[in-house]
Each structure stands twice: as C-alpha cells, then as structure tokens.
C-alpha cells in the first residue's frame, strides 16, 4: 500500500507543476530548486506512491496511468487546501465565516435584528447564525466555545460568571405597559404607588428577585402577582383584556401592540444593564458586531400605532 503520509502539500505542489509542465527544469525554475533536487524529490515521491510515476522522455516528463490517478488527486487536494487558506483569511479578517450570536429574548425585539442588518449591508459573505437563551446560557455558550459574541445582561443577580470580556450597551429602563382606557394612559408618566392597587402580570420563577418587587418595595408596598404568564405575548394579550398591568422592558418597546400604551415610571425606574459579551480571544467580526451594537440608539414608542 503507498505511503500517503509521504503526500505533503509542498510535494503535490512539485508534482502537479511537473506534470503541467512536462518539465523537471521548469519545475525547477519556477519553485527555486536545482533540476537534481527536483529529480531527487519526485523519485522518493514515487517510492512512497508504489511505483514510477512519469515516464523519463528524450525531451522532458509525461504521466503514467498511476501518476494520472495521482494527480487527479492532487489537484483535488491542492484546490481544498487553497480554498482552506482563503476561508480561514476572511475569517481573521472579518470577511468570511460563520459568526454565532446569542441573545436575550428581548434584545431580539429591535436591538440585535436592527444591528445585524447593518452587519450583514457590510459583511455579506459572514454567515450569521443566532441563538436565544437566558444570560446565563448565553455566558455557558462564550465558554465553551459555541458562541463568538453575545448581548446579556445583569439581570436577575449580576453578571453570569466566566464572562471573559464586556462591553457596555444601553441601561434598559422598565415601562409599564397598560390598557389604552386606563385611567394613567393619559399621563406623561407614572408613579408606581398609583398602581399598588393593580394585579401585576409577572413570570418570574417565585421566590426569585425581580426589578418589579424591587421597585415596588422602595415604593412602599407588595406588587399583587396573581397571574403568571411566560410569554410577552401572552402578557400583553391579559393587559389589553383589563386583567392586570405589567412592566416591559424599553429593548422590547417595538414590540407591544396596538390597545396598550408604554409610560415610563416616574422617579428612579428600574432597569437592567445590557453588555455584549467576547470570549478572550474574539474574531474580528464578534468585535466588530459589538462595536455596532454599542452604537445603537434605544427607540421607545409610548403608544403603538
């Protein structure tokens, strides 16, 4: 059996040329190389290959049956190569590749679809595949690998643990969101003891800490959290029947529908810090995508229309 190990890429590289050219001596000009170090490099090729690979002529070199089937391969295996060397250059310098982004529910509203298009209007051949998930999650993704950037936040304890690098986004304000006949929808703004009397729509795990009992406690009183709902959707489908209002982070303020309006808290409101998140050693396009999502303005429409 040939010895394929004896296959390097610079030796295919003499071998191909020679059998282009037809010529040891015109392998030899074109690489740098003596004719008898040539000669010298395709013989012990031809050892490890099992047997002559071109047939010796009174004017140059031409391929035997086995050297055809050689260099077909050859071929094959040198235009793998330099397509390997042309993707791995886009990809250290942000032309080329795939680029994993995660993000939290709420930053897939209007903050990472908006930045990614932009991305996307200036690095069209980067592939773009994105992933949803707490912060947490997220942080675990950058670790181990399977993401390239992520947008967190600190939100419900802190920053997740073994985050290498972060770059401050935006401070994401809660709104409360309430029925258009309300008796606030009116107000410029709200202060939250005017609503300690509301049923609030929350999902938060019980026992975890929220930015709504947070806030309510400074206000002074015990938010009434009757009905739990997970889904925004589903939160806005109670608030727009009457049952109860709920907070709504700014990022996802694009995203509340028509029969609701957004005012913001009166005084301090409450809000969450949002960072994109690098592993160590990012790629030139994760820092780029970050940079972009730094730049980002927040939008926040009061009243859906």
């Known amino acids: 059996m040939p010895d394929t190990n004896a296959f390097d890429a610079a030796t295919l590289r003499l071998f191909d040329e020679v059998a282009r050219s037809g010529s040891f001596t015109a392998a030899a000009e074109l690489f740098g190389y003596t004719q008898s170090a040539v000669s010298r490099r395709v013989a012990a090729l031809e050892r490890a290959a099992g047997g002559p690979l071109f047939e010796r002529l009174a004017r140059g070199v031409r391929l035997t049956p086995a050297g055809v089937a050689l260099h077909r391969h050859a071929v094959a295996v040198l235009d793998r190569l330099q397509r390997a060397g042309e993707d791995l250059a886009a990809i250290h310098e942000g032309r080329g590749g795939i680029l994993r982004v995660g993000a939290f529910a709420t930053a897939s509203v209007a903050l990472v679809p908006g930045t990614l298009r932009r991305f996307a209007g200036r690095h069209p051949d980067v592939e773009l595949r994105v992933i949803e998930g707490l912060s947490a999650r997220l942080a675990d993704g950058l670790h181990a690998g399977a993401l390239d950037v992520a947008v967190i936040s600190d939100y419900p304890s802190g920053l997740p643990d073994g985050v290498a690098r972060t770059l401050p986004l935006v401070d994401d304000r809660l709104l409360v969101a309430l029925p258009a006949d309300h008796r606030l929808a ?32 400074a206000a002074g009183f015990t938010p009434r959290t009757g009905l739990r709902v997970a889904e925004w959707s589903g939160k806005f489908g109670f608030v727009a029947a009457g049952l109860g209002v709920t907070l709504v982070p700014e990022l996802a303020a694009g995203a509340v529908p028509r029969g609701l309006v957004l005012r913001p808290l009166r005084g301090t409101a409450p809000a969450r810090k949002v960072y994109a998140a690098l592993p160590a050693t990012p790629l030139p396009a994760a820092l780029e995508l970050a940079g972009m999502l730094r730049e980002w303005q927040m939008c926040t429409t009061d009243t859906p229309t």
């Open 186 to 217: 009116a107000e410029h703004d709200v202060d939250l003891r005017d609503l300690a009397g509301e049923s609030w729509i929350e999902a938060a795990p019980r026992g975890q800490p929220t930015l709504l009992a947070t806030a309510c406690a």
